[in-house]
């Protein structure tokens, strides 16, 4: 790769070959951008993955499809729940296994407290990369707070380790539902304190206003999904166009782009999605909340030994909060997948930053990087 | 060297005549009094420089612990006050590490250059009636040149890192500085032509010790220039929200990257002493200086006259001018954990679009308004009066904004915001 930038570079004008990463602070993880630079100019810059490239897949053909659970944590360690859930989704398909309503709520509250947790780090490192570091701490403070939640649910505080093949591990503990609706209460407000700290701040629009700027044809040829795909005018959504778990029964709006800042689908709108988007979840938890159902929290008959019938594949997505978050699982008849495949959204998103990076300034790159919000471990897996 | 007879004292001049008097030395012996004096001086000044760039540091982590909903530094000493020293001992420790490929010789160079061309100002900042190492006929020029010199050094850093970010660090400062220089330049001159001098004794004693007498208030073109400095200085400084020379999430950590132990240290220690010389400057041209309020009128009322070398005098002076400066200061600290980074392009169109202009009007019009007010004395005190209430207007709907948004945030009051 090196050697491909530098047989390109044109000394005579001065162009050298910046490596920014696999330990720049604005990275975000081991990924490496191979810059082609004049002065602060970038003419191109070439993303590098594979530094955290755990053979995620490989490790599922030696695995039983239980035992592969805790795994998917791993595959995005800022919103573990959705590549659980993910996982879940696609072997109960194959194994046509049957998820109690119960269940399906509380994989509801456990995935929006956790996309709320997740645009937390997003949007909050974001302002970091453009050097304010008040609200991101501030950011992580609510966090925190769902850190908690985590803790009392789930038992972990970042790899949680929540669903299960049929059902979900524990139970809501008494109390939980009122301390994060009480939560939720004061989160609005911290959401609109947030946006007078810094999403109005002259500055920060002036640096994300019109900067990589994608539009609804590029975006989908791309294959861009979730929160990016969305804020380039593109309204598509797994919860609401592919819905999976109790989606259907919630209502809640798909956040679009609207370009108010600058041009539609620039740095501003992907950041401003992910601060809607979390006033949406707010609205999901809250109908969660309301309308949870008693009942079991696992499928009464999953065997210990899973078994799909030999020859069936299934393919089944959830929307993460980087996008889609899907696995392709192959069964031969073993307790063990042939085959398994993930899809994640920040691999796509990090393709894009090749082309889009062209004319850019440094400054204006670490914008773009942390507007697509990718997260290192779910490009590699 | 002073003349004698001078109207204006400074420490130097003091010292030398105090030991030519007491031991009664020749005119042989004055060029080695002097460097002795000097010498003196220097050492009371660097020991103010330690005091000041130490503790600032724990303020501002202090300061911006609280903005940031946690703590801050409190192990070492009581509130963790010491932890400076903790700090200082340990980069001292540090190996002083000189990468191989580097220009050795400016490599080693460059942080001398820098911490120089910093200590240099303190040599014209006044902090008391006689409070001041060397009273210059130039001071505000000498500041201006001598803190040009750490462009160099900053350069010569990026330079000789051998390193790509630092070299685009380097080449940042280099062109945000020069850039920013004009603006502030410009924006100095204007109390220098209220004054009618150019030295930083002089300007302070053409102004009074209340606020309406001090030069922000002079006339609206002045309120404008205190703003013009103080943009150009914190972007001379390299302070958020003009800091790409350093900015953390673009180059790492820009000319310094390469840095360790003691010379990186010395690049920390001159981005805090300058912290205070951009202050200093402030309160010198603009607010006033070490007059005491009050102080003559109560003097003069007991049929007195205060003497410039009274020890009482000096040391009110002194708190006065520190207490004017380190508001300021924490002013700075409160916006670098408020706003975001500029980007290298904007930061120049900033300054050239904006900022040069209007001080090229704040310039212009103030020898304009001076012109003026010599036909229309009236003129005088109304903006006198006018832009003090529009000083204390700004100061008040800041607290009340404060206040709004604690209300908001439905925090609990809490007067401990400066820890």
Known sequence: MERIVLRQLDRNQGEMLLNMGPHHPSTHGV?????????????????????????MEKIAEQTAYHGYMPYTDRVDYLAAIFANHGYALAVERLAGIEVPPRAEYLRVIASELNRIASHLIAVGSMVMDLGAFTPFLLGIREREKLNDFFEELVGSRLTYNYVRIGGVAHDLTPGF???????????????????????????????????????AGEATAWGLSGPNIRSSGVSWDLRRDD??????????DVVVGKGWRGVLGDCYDRYYARIDEMRQSVRILRQAFARIPEGDIVAPKVPRKLKPPAGASCYAAVESARGELGYWVASDGTDRPTRLKIRTGSFTAMEIIKTKSRGLMIADLVALISSLDVVAPEIDR | MMPEGMTSPDLVGLIERWVVSTLGLSGNWAPVVLLGAAGAVAAIMLTFVAVFAGPVTWVERRVAGRLQSRIGPNRVGPQGILQWLADGIKNLLKEDLIPEAADSLLFRLAPYLVFGGMFGAFVVLPFSAVGIAADLDIGIVYVLAITSIVVVGLIMSGWASNNKWSLLGGMRAAAQIVSYEVPTALALLVPVIISGSLSTQGIIRAQGAWPWEWNIAHSPLAFAAFFLY???????????????????????????????????LAFAFAEWANLWIMSAVATTLFLGGWHVPGLEEIVGAMG??????????????LVVFTAKSSLLVLMVIQVRWTLPRLRVDQLMSVSWKYLVPLSFVALVGTAAWMLAVVEVPALDVVARGLTFVAFAFLTVSGFLRARQNRILASEKRDWKWFI
Request: glycine fraction near 8%; charged fraction near 25%; aromatic fraction near 14%.
């Open chain 1, 31 to 55: 990924i490496n951008f191979l810059l082609q630079a004049d002065g602060e100019i970038i003419k191109q810059a070439i993303p590098e993955v594979g530094y955290l490239h755990r053979g």
């Open chain 1, 177 to 215: 539902a009122e301390r994060v609706l009480g939560f939720l209460d004061r989160f609005i407000p911290f959401l609109e304190e947030y946006d007078r700290l810094i999403s109005y701040n002259e500055i920060f629009v002036g640096r994300l206003a019109n900067i990589g700027v994608i539009d």
């Open chain 1, 243 to 252: 819905p999976y778990s109790v989606y259907p029964d919630l209502e809640f």
């Open chain 2, 230 to 264: 103080f943009v150009g200085a914190l972007a001379e400084g390299n302070r958020t929200p003009f800091d790409i020379p350093e900015a953390e999430s673009e180059l790492v950590s820009g000319y310094n990257t390469e840095y360790s132990g003691f010379r990186f």
């Open chain 2, 304 to 317: 007195a006259k205060v003497a410039d070398t009274s020890v009482l005098y000096n040391l009110a002076g």
